[in-house]
């Protein structure tokens, strides 16, 4: 069976990780019809007016499936980010985003294996804001819904019970945040007792980052809003070797798109030096989406073997390869078991 898959390449490092992960996924044998959709962002505005054309979210829609590269959003003002907006508009509630150590990386700690879920479509990034000429005061509102808050819990407590996880540790700011924070913590609470085989328990933010920089093993999966998940989700990629390792997905009823954590890293683009695991890391979530269990398993395994292995990797992890050696070598090992 071929599987039709929307490709938005980005920008900046975009093009190179999705390249190298394209030819892994590739290297499987699977079929993929790719829809590609070169511009997006920056690009998209010269090209068509608009940073995310509609053709994109249609095809996202119809194929319900997409892997995305990093698209750059402009600071302060300029259009709004395309990756919320994407996230937003095909209602891509649930941000998975595992955080596992790969063997061979020098890290602070070995064994880290978290898994943080980020409610996707609310919060701070919900876009409601005002700036008052007049009074010179800014509003940003963190906009929490009841139902947007019991479907990234269920999500997460669903997830963690089929993937027989241990403990659910709730992160927020109840204490300052009153109504938005204490809700959420509320509802978190509600959905526990109808999972009795997990733990639960609950952090505030602050304390929640002391708690994983020093004792990330006595956590499991963390469930929060928005602002703290991204958040925490830079600083949990950091605990097992930083940004160039840590993959994504985000997904709705309807559809899902996978995309690393990581940003387009205009201090490293277009020098061959970008790790593209973390994307491969997406693609192998990706792929037991569509249910190529197998493909997915040989890539899984090929990249910790190289990993452990550790003679072919990128500058972030320690090694001295580029992007294209490690694409190449990584090619090479999955082609080969793939046809074993
Ligand atoms: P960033 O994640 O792009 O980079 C942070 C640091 O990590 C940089 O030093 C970079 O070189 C390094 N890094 C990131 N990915 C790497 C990789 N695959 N291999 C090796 N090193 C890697 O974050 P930054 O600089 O804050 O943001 C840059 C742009 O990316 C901004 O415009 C931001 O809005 C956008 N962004 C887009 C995202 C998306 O498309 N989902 C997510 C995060 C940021
Ligand atoms: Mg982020």
């Given at each position: 069976?071929?599987?039709r898959i929307t490709?938005?390449p980005g920008?900046g490092?975009g093009?190179e990780v999705?390249?190298?992960?394209?030819?892994?996924?590739?290297a499987?044998g699977?079929?993929v019809?790719?829809?590609?959709?070169?511009?997006?962002?920056?690009?998209?505005?010269e090209?068509f007016?608009?940073?995310l054309?509609?053709?994109?979210?249609?095809s996202?829609s119809?194929?319900?499936?997409?892997?995305k590269g990093?698209?750059?959003?402009?600071?302060?003002?300029?259009f709004k980010?395309?990756n919320v907006?994407l996230?937003?508009r095909?209602d891509l509630?649930?941000?998975?985003?595992?955080?596992?150590?790969?063997p061979?990386?020098?890290?602070?700690?070995?064994?880290?294996?978290l898994?943080?879920?980020?409610?996707?479509?609310e919060?701070?990034?919900?876009?409601?804001?005002?700036?008052?000429?007049?009074?010179e005061?800014?509003?940003?509102?963190?906009?929490?819904?009841r139902a947007?808050?019991?479907?990234?819990m269920r999500?997460?407590?669903e997830?963690?019970h089929?993937e027989?996880?241990?403990?659910i540790t709730l992160v927020?700011?109840a204490?300052?945040?009153?109504?938005?924070?204490?809700?959420?913590?509320?509802?978190?609470?509600d959905?526990?007792?109808?999972?009795p085989?997990?733990e639960?328990?609950?952090?505030?933010i602050d304390?929640?980052?002391?708690?994983?920089v020093?004792?990330?093993?006595?956590?499991?999966?963390?469930?929060?809003?928005?602002?703290?998940?991204?958040?925490?989700?830079?600083?949990?990629?950091?605990?097992?070797g930083?940004?160039?390792?840590?993959?994504?997905?985000?997904?709705?009823e309807?559809c899902?798109a996978?995309?690393?954590?990581?940003g387009s890293a205009?201090?490293?683009?277009?020098?061959?030096k970008?790790?593209?695991?973390?994307?491969?890391?997406?693609?192998?979530?990706?792929?037991?989406?569509?249910g190529e269990?197998?493909a997915?398993t040989?890539v899984?395994e090929?990249?910790?073997a190289?990993y452990?292995e550790?003679t072919?990797l990128?500058a972030?992890?320690g090694?001295?390869s580029?992007?294209?050696?490690?694409?190449?070598?990584?090619v090479?090992?999955?082609a080969?078991?793939?046809?074993?």
């Open positions: 069976m071929t599987h490709l938005l920008d490092i093009p999705v390249d190298a992960t394209v030819r892994v996924l590739e499987t699977i079929s019809s790719w829809d590609v959709f070169d511009k997006t962002g920056t690009d998209a505005v090209a007016g608009t940073p054309p509609d053709d994109i979210l249609d996202i119809e194929n319900r499936v997409a892997l990093p698209i750059t959003t402009p600071l302060g003002g300029g980010s395309v907006t996230r937003q095909l509630f649930a941000n998975v985003r595992p955080c596992k150590s790969l061979g990386i020098k890290t602070p700690f070995e064994n880290v294996d898994i943080i879920f980020r409610e996707n479509t919060g701070l990034y919900s876009g409601i804001e005002n700036y008052d000429e007049r009074l005061i800014s509003d940003t509102i963190a906009r929490i819904t947007g808050s019991q479907r990234i999500f997460a407590f997830y963690a089929r027989g996880r241990r403990l927020h700011k204490n300052i945040l009153k109504k938005a924070g204490a809700m959420f913590l509320e509802i978190g609470r959905v526990a007792p109808d999972y085989e997990l639960v328990n609950d952090r505030i304390n929640m980052s002391m708690q994983l020093m004792y990330p093993e006595r956590y499991d999966c963390i469930v929060t809003t928005n602002l703290f998940g991204d958040i925490l989700s830079d600083l949990c990629a950091g605990l097992v930083g940004l160039g390792v840590v993959a994504g997905a985000n997904i709705g309807d899902a996978f995309e690393a954590v990581h205009p201090d490293i683009a277009g020098q061959n970008a790790n593209p695991t973390a994307l491969i890391r997406s693609a192998v979530m990706m792929l037991r989406y569509i269990t197998s997915a040989i899984e090929e990249l910790e190289a452990r550790g072919t990128t972030d992890v090694g001295s580029t992007t294209t050696e490690f694409r190449d070598y990584l090479d090992r999955v080969t078991r793939a046809r074993s």
